[in-house]
């Protein structure tokens, strides 16, 4: 696994090793159609309403769908869901710790997904996990994976943007929105490309350095959400470093919503279970709702 507080670039260039290199013009241009998750969060935004989308670990623990489905009921707009993976370079301890659990108790992507399509989850569902799981399977086998269980969106933090073009081609052809990151070193030239081909929102990472929970909103989160808000018209949520209700509701003066992980899943591994999960992501939704 990668080494705790060793900083992560989201879409610098060279993440991917594995995938065919590229430029800016190889990548096929955004679909005009929304898809699920793009539609869900806007309409959610335009009625006056900031957007909360927790993350959690697929596998971790028998109830992991119970705690879907419970999240989704305590006023998720959308909900994140990891793919373990053996080597999560942009995750910090506790999600590493997570993967760690739900790779020991058998965890599979198909299993996975297999179990998200039997979910019934209200919420759109997006898939995050790292480039690796995708070369292995195949990109037009993965996407139609996602698909047929019902994924709405696919996160993958180590593929950069001149290296995508051909699983956004296939998550295309799937009817699978693939999410791209901005960091905070990411230029004004590549924040433009970057919101240009994002679906379904753009992620605007809060700080440098890996997922996990501070005690202090870093200046550079707010930072980003403005940046990226100026830059697109399309849903901004900022994640990375989101700890707590109060955070959440500071960051949201710029941003359209937050993504919060590590903050539920170090409840979850403690032994928070469905309802301990529903209680924290309903104190983030009645921060928000109170402004």
């Known amino acids: 696994m990668s080494a705790p507080g060793a900083p992560v670039r989201p879409g610098g260039p060279g993440a991917a090793g594995a995938a065919a290199a590229g430029t800016l013009a190889s990548v096929p241009r955004r679909p005009d159609a929304q898809g699920r998750l793009e539609a869900r969060l806007r309409e959610r935004r335009e ?48 999600i590493q710790e997570a993967s760690r659990r739900a790779l020991e108790a058998g965890a599979t992507p198909l299993g996975i997904l297999g179990a998200l399509a039997a979910a019934e989850v209200e919420v759109p569902v997006a898939v995050m996990t790292y480039y690796n799981i995708v070369a292995r399977a195949g990109e037009r086998r993965m996407a139609g994976a996602l698909a ?3 994924v709405a969106a696919s996160i993958l933090p180590d593929l950069p943007l001149e290296e995508c073009g051909p699983w956004v081609a296939a998550a295309d052809e799937a009817g699978v929105e693939n999410v791209l990151l901005a960091a905070p070193t990411t230029s004004e030239e590549r924040l433009a490309a970057i919101c240009a081909r994002s679906r379904g929102f753009v992620y ?45 509701r500071t960051v949201c003066a710029d941003a359209d919503g937050v993504v919060v992980g590590s903050a539920l899943v170090r409840r979850l591994l403690a032994g928070a279970g469905p309802e301990g999960a529903a209680a924290f992501v309903g104190e983030l939704r009645a921060a928000l709702d109170a402004g």
């Open 47 to 94: 009625a006056g309403r900031k957007l909360v989308v927790p993350y959690l670990t697929g596998g971790l623990g028998d109830d992991w769908l119970e705690v879907l489905r419970a999240v989704a009921a305590a006023g998720a707009d959308a909900i994140e869901v990891g793919i373990p993976f053996s080597d999560p370079m942009m995750d910090g301890p506790t």
């Open 148 to 150: 047929s269980a019902g």
């Open 204 to 248: 605007a990472v809060g700080l440098l350095g890996v997922t996990g929970e501070r005690r202090h909103l870093a200046s550079s989160a707010r930072e980003m959400a403005a940046r990226c808000k100026a830059a697109t018209d399309l849903p901004v949520l900022v994640g990375v470093g989101i700890s707590d209700a109060d955070q959440a």
